[in-house]
Structures are given as structure tokens and as C-alpha cells.
């Protein structure tokens, strides 16, 4: 334990001499032992993420990437961008002169590269072009002559790929010559009573393994002698057909008679959104006051807190590790609420209760809650005010709300592509969502490459939500402004700033005050128009 504390104390030593890998090693050398410690566990995780990759470092910050890639308590994909380059095909990438073959066991059989498949979504072009080459050989390979030795060199690769085009729902671009070969590989299996995991595997690098009718029955009891094949059968085919029977068997509170409402349902029962795997260590049993005193005076006693919109669970299972809280999560669609129900389960989470419901109809709750969090959900009703009106009525006097907005100006080209997407009239279906990809991915217009650097580029469900979401509306501060006094709401501060826009507004704006915030945060964003591309996220209360 001394050896801790002197290790933090050396740690924010090198810290404040601005030595991050100092720092790291010094915070490593506690986790390593003792993953329990949260908020150092965050602290070197986020120094990772923004760390320089030298020469020097190299060796320490990828045992560091394993560390967190190993581990299932994190936002892998915060990381992604970072640990992509301690791979060995990035350094395959870098060093163009050298030739590998498109086989390089050295690059598809390393752990870092499999844990990254396995935990985030491939959001890199040139990866994705690459395993885009790789799928179609393979399935090339495996139905030309049939190699099982070298196949099975493979093995832990092809689950951790099929796990990721799972993931990202097969959003790849599919040349005709791979649908024959898919057709001809399906027309083998179909003959064979038995299971062959190599072609279940490939199967499953194209499509999902529940629209594949002629093998359901023989994949729900098979078990497999490895591990990693019953934990990706798990994730690809059991957990969605369970998530499928629970949607169908919940009961609705609202009868969703919102036009909007039932075209969103529609939306997110199709492609539930986000489709998670892995969260955050919970920070179990602490005091949700010592989070909420800077955003209130308030105390909390036994904390009700609302999740409006909460999507597949996320939010709602972060919250719950607070101390005596208890979470209420409405979503208006079954497949999500089946999926955060899964999940909550999984985690043996007791204190959230879920609900089918329509945020419009919240009064039949019968409830007032302290806390309201509710992001990236207004903007998607035909009357946003409506839905905060609905949510200020279910807010006792002193509550907090958290909400999440689309800014207009970080949004511009995406909203440009929405509208070039109306006007083209392209229906919302898998393969038209596919085909505008490919589109964008072949296009040199500037406003579409802006849409290819976005994460929601790489999974059907994100681009979907990103591109052809029925409704969307977005915001800058003065609409804010007006919106939030319409309902004698104020507002109180940003959630989680970044620290160095936070500083470069505090140059700009050295004067600010309550009353000309929002203002100056308007003018902010007309310098810097991308600062809230990942939405406005901030907290408001009751005007009292
Ligand atoms: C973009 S997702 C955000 C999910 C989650 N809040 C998050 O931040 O990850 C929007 C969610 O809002 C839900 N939603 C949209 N309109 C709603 C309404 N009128 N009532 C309840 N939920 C709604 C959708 O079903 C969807 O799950």
C-alpha cells in the first residue's frame, strides 16, 4: 500500500513536469496488480490515449494497450486511433517498401490487432480496405481448396473477424463474385448435417447467422470445444434471437400515437442504437452528491433518477452503481430495451426498471424524479419543446436535468448530406444504406469526406442514425437560449468539458458572465464550428 501512495505521488510528480510516460509507468506499476482502482485506471487510460508514440515508448505503451485491450471494463474505442498504431499492421503500413502477403500471420494472428477486431469498431479506411481484401480471398481460398491446416492457423482470427462484421453489420462493400461464392458456400453447408465451424465462420464474415434459416436448428444446442467459438455464437446468434423474444413479449405503457414517435419506434426496433459491448468498471457504491454539488446544492438522499431515451442501456447501467440510486429507462423501442435488459442482467444489475414507453407519456410514471438524463433523444421528436415539456413535468423542484443536442454548425455536412439524401429520394433500406456508403467511400466532395472521418461511418446502425434518421433537428446557443427559457429552465455548465477548449474559451471570453454565456459560447462556435460535433451535452434546472 505505501508503495501506492508513493507511486501517485511520483506519478503526479512527473505529471506536473509534463512526463507522461513517466507518469504512466509510475500509475502502471499500481494497476497492473489492482485494475480496482477507478480513477487511476481512467487517469493512465486517458493518458495513453493522448500520449506521443516515440521510438522510445513504443514497447511500454503497447503492454499498456494489452493491459486495457485485455481487459472487457473500458471504451475500447477511445483508444482505437491510438492503439491501431502499435499494431504490426500499421507498422506493415508505414514501412511501404516492404511487401507482405496478404496472409501475414505476423499481422492477423497478433493479440493487439485481435482484441482491436474483437472490441471496437474498425474505423480506419485503410484497415477496412484491407479486411475488405482479406474476406474475399479467404472465402476465395476456402472454397477453391479447402486447406484446413492453414484455416486453422487462423482460427482465433476469423471468430475476432466475424465478431466485427457483426459488429459493424456488414457494412463492407460486396463485390457479385463474393454473393455467388456466398450462395455456392451456403448450397454446401446446406447438404452437410453436421456442423463445419471454419464455414459457419465464413458464412458469418458476410451475414448474420439468424437469417441463415437452414442452420438455426443446429446452432441452437451445438457447443463447440472452443471457447472463443461459443462466446462468438453467443454474441452473433443467441443474444440477438433472446433479444428478439423479449422485445416481442414486453409490454407497452404508451400506445405511440405520435406519427413521429411510431416512425422512430419503427427506426430503432430495426437497428438498435448504439450496439455496445463493453462498458466502463462501474464505480460501485459511491455518492452520486460527489458528482452532482458542482452542478447543485442539492442533496440526494436515495437518488430517482430517469434515463429518457436510454437506448440500449448504457447510460441507465452507468448510473445505477450509485449509492442507494434507483434508475427508471423508457425507450420507445422493445429491441433496444431488450438488448439493455440483457445487459443489465449479464451484470446482475437490480435497481433499474425499464419501460416501453413514449417520452410523451411520462406522466404515466406516476413519478417525479431528481435527476433526468436524457441525450440524443429530444432532437429526434417532431416537437423537441413538447418532449422537454414532458420531461420538466416529471422533474421535482430541485432536480437536475442532463441533456444531449446536435449542434447545427458541427453538424453542417452532415446535415448537407441529409438533404442530398431527401432530395434523391433514397428509401431507408440495408442494401440503399450500403450502396450510399460505397458512394461517399468513391467521392472526392469535400462535405462527404468529412462524413468518412466520423465514427458513425462504420456500422450500419450508426450510419443509419448519422444519415437516415427520419427526424433530426439541430441547435446553436441562442436557440438553446430561447428554448430553455420557454421553459423557465437555466442553464448550469457543460458536462465533462474538454479542459483545453474550455481554456481557449476563457482567452476569447475572459469576461464572461452568467448572463452573456450562452452568447459567448455562440461566438465560440462560429470560430471553432466542430467543437460540439459529438453534441451539445450540458445541465440544466428549474428556474425557481
Ligand atoms: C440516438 S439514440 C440515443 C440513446 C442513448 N440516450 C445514448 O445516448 O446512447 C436515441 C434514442 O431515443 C429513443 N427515442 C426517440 N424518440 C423517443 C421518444 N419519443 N420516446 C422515447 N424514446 C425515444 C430512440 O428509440 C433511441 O433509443
Given at each position: 500500500?505505501s ?6 505521488a ?8 509534463n512526463?507522461i510516460d513517466?507518469a ?7 494497476l497492473?496488480?489492482?485494475?480496482d482502482h477507478?480513477e487511476l ?7 495513453f490515449?493522448r500520449?506521443q508514440?516515440?521510438i522510445?515508448n513504443?514497447d511500454?505503451?503497447?503492454t499498456i494497450a494489452?493491459y486495457?485491450f ?5 471504451y ?5 486511433s491510438q492503439?491501431i498504431?502499435?499494431t504490426?499492421f500499421?507498422k506493415n503500413?508505414?514501412a511501404?517498401?516492404?511487401k507482405?502477403?496478404l ?6 494472428n497478433?493479440e493487439?490487432f485481435?482484441?482491436?477486431l474483437k472490441k471496437?469498431?474498425i474505423?480506419d479506411?485503410?484497415l477496412?480496405f484491407?479486411?475488405?481484401k482479406?474476406?474475399?480471398?479467404l472465402?476465395?481460398k476456402?472454397?477453391?481448396k479447402r ?5 486453422m492457423?487462423i482460427?482465433k482470427?476469423?471468430i475476432?473477424f466475424?465478431?466485427?462484421k457483426f459488429f459493424?453489420?456488414?457494412i463492407y462493400h460486396e463485390?457479385d463474385e463474393e ?16 456442423i ?9 464474415l458476410?451475414?448474420?447467422l439468424n437469417?441463415?434459416?437452414y442452420?438455426?436448428k443446429?446452432?441452437v444446442s451445438?457447443?463447440s ?5 461459443n462466446?462468438?455464437?453467443?454474441y ?9 423474444q423479449?422485445s ?5 405503457l ?5 406519427k413521429?414517435s411510431?416512425?422512430m419506434?419503427?427506426?430503432y426496433?430495426e ?10 468498471r462501474?464505480?460501485?457504491g459511491n455518492d452520486?452528491?460527489?458528482?452532482t ?6 442533496f440526494?438522499?436515495k437518488p430517482?433518477?430517469?434515463i ?10 452507468a448510473?445505477?452503481a450509485?449509492k442507494?440510486s434507483?434508475?427508471y429507462a423508457v425507450?420507445?423501442?422493445?429491441v433496444?430495451?431488450?438488448?439493455a435488459v440483457?445487459?443489465?442482467e449479464e451484470?446482475?444489475i ?16 406516476n413519478k417525479k424524479f ?9 432532437h429526434?421528436m417532431?416537437k423537441p ?5 414532458s420531461?420538466?413535468n416529471?422533474?421535482?423542484?430541485q432536480?437536475l436535468i442532463?441533456?444531449?443536442l446536435?449542434?447545427k454548425?458541427a453538424?453542417?455536412?452532415i446535415?448537407?448530406t441529409?438533404?442530398?439524401?431527401q432530395k434523391?429520394?433514397?428509401d431507408?433500406t440495408?442494401y440503399n444504406m450500403r450502396?450510399?456508403?460505397?458512394k ?9 469526406q468529412?462524413?468518412?472521418g466520423?465514427?458513425?461511418?462504420f456500422?450500419l ?5 448519422l ?5 433530426e433537428h439541430?441547435y446553436?446557443?441562442?436557440k ?10 437555466k ?9 483545453d477548449?474550455a481554456k481557449?474559451?476563457?482567452a476569447?471570453?475572459p469576461d464572461v458572465?452568467d448572463?452573456?454565456?450562452l ?7 462560429k ?8 453534441m ?6 428549474k428556474?425557481n
Amino acid at each position: 500500500m505505501s508503495d501506492d501512495f508513493e507511486n501517485v505521488a511520483l506519478g503526479k510528480q512527473k505529471l506536473e513536469k509534463n512526463d507522461i510516460d513517466g507518469a504512466m509507468h509510475h500509475l502502471h506499476n499500481i494497476l497492473k496488480d489492482n485494475k480496482d482502482h477507478i480513477e487511476l485506471y481512467l487517469i493512465n487510460f486517458d493518458l495513453f490515449c493522448r500520449n506521443q508514440i516515440t521510438i522510445k515508448n513504443y514497447d511500454f505503451l503497447k503492454t499498456i494497450a494489452e493491459y486495457y485491450f485485455r481487459d472487457n471494463f473500458i471504451y475500447h474505442q477511445l483508444a482505437f486511433s491510438q492503439a491501431i498504431k502499435l499494431t504490426n499492421f500499421y507498422k506493415n503500413r508505414k514501412a511501404k517498401t516492404r511487401k507482405s502477403s496478404l496472409f501475414d500471420l505476423d499481422i492477423i494472428n497478433e493479440e493487439l490487432f485481435q482484441l482491436i477486431l474483437k472490441k471496437c469498431l474498425i474505423a480506419d479506411l485503410d484497415l477496412e480496405f484491407y479486411l475488405t481484401k482479406i474476406r474475399k480471398k479467404l472465402l476465395k481460398k476456402f472454397l477453391s481448396k479447402r486447406d484446413n491446416q492453414f484455416f486453422m492457423k487462423i482460427y482465433k482470427f476469423l471468430i475476432v473477424f466475424a465478431e466485427q462484421k457483426f459488429f459493424c453489420e456488414f457494412i463492407y462493400h460486396e463485390t457479385d463474385e463474393e454473393k455467388e461464392l456466398i450462395k455456392k458456400l451456403e448450397n454446401k453447408i446446406k447438404k452437410k448435417d453436421d456442423i463445419c465451424e471454419l464455414s459457419i465462420l465464413l458464412i458469418s464474415l458476410y451475414k448474420p447467422l439468424n437469417k441463415c434459416n437452414y442452420l438455426k436448428k443446429k446452432l441452437v444446442s451445438y457447443i463447440s470445444r472452443s471457447n472463443e467459438f461459443n462466446e462468438f455464437l453467443k454474441y452473433v446468434f443467441h443474444d440477438p434471437d433472446k433479444d428478439k423474444q423479449v422485445s416481442r413479449s414486453m409490454k407497452s405503457l404508451s400506445n405511440f400515437s405520435n406519427k413521429t414517435s411510431r416512425l422512430m419506434k419503427s427506426q430503432y426496433e430495426e437497428n438498435p442504437f448504439p450496439r455496445w459491448r463493453y462498458t466502463l468498471r462501474p464505480m460501485e457504491g459511491n455518492d452520486i452528491n460527489e458528482f452532482t454539488n458542482r452542478y447543485s446544492r442539492t442533496f440526494f438522499k436515495k437518488p430517482e433518477i430517469l434515463i429518457a431515451g436510454c437506448g440500449t442501456g448504457q447510460q441507465a447501467i452507468a448510473w445505477s452503481a450509485y449509492k442507494d440510486s434507483k434508475i427508471y429507462a423508457v425507450d420507445l423501442s422493445s429491441v433496444s430495451l431488450a438488448y439493455a435488459v440483457r445487459k443489465a442482467e449479464e451484470k446482475n444489475i437490480k435497481n433499474i426498471s425499464f419501460y416501453h414507453l413514449d417520452l410523451l407519456d411520462l406522466d404515466l410514471l406516476n413519478k417525479k424524479f431528481d435527476i433526468i438524463i436524457s441525450t440524443g433523444c429530444l432532437h429526434h421528436m417532431e416537437k423537441p419543446e413538447d418532449g422537454l415539456e414532458s420531461l420538466v413535468n416529471v422533474l421535482k423542484p430541485q432536480g437536475l436535468i442532463y441533456l444531449g443536442l446536435y449542434s447545427k454548425r458541427a453538424r453542417s455536412e452532415i446535415e448537407w448530406t441529409r438533404r442530398y439524401i431527401q432530395k434523391r429520394k433514397i428509401d431507408v433500406t440495408e442494401y440503399n444504406m450500403r450502396v450510399f456508403r460505397t458512394k461517399i467511400l468513391n467521392s472526392k466532395n469535400k462535405k462527404l469526406q468529412f462524413i468518412k472521418g466520423l465514427i458513425d461511418f462504420f456500422s450500419l446502425s450508426n450510419f443509419r442514425d448519422l444519415l437516415f434518421n427520419y427526424t433530426e433537428h439541430t441547435y446553436d446557443f441562442i436557440k438553446i437560449k430561447e428554448l430553455l427559457e420557454s421553459k423557465k429552465l437555466k442553464f448550469i455548465a457543460f458536462n465533462a468539458m474538454n479542459p483545453d477548449t474550455a481554456k481557449l474559451f476563457k482567452a476569447h471570453f475572459p469576461d464572461v458572465n452568467d448572463k452573456s454565456l450562452l452568447e459567448s459560447w455562440d461566438k465560440f462556435e462560429k470560430i471553432y464550428p466542430k467543437t460540439f460535433i459529438n453534441m451539445y451535452n450540458f445541465w440544466i434546472k428549474k428556474i425557481n
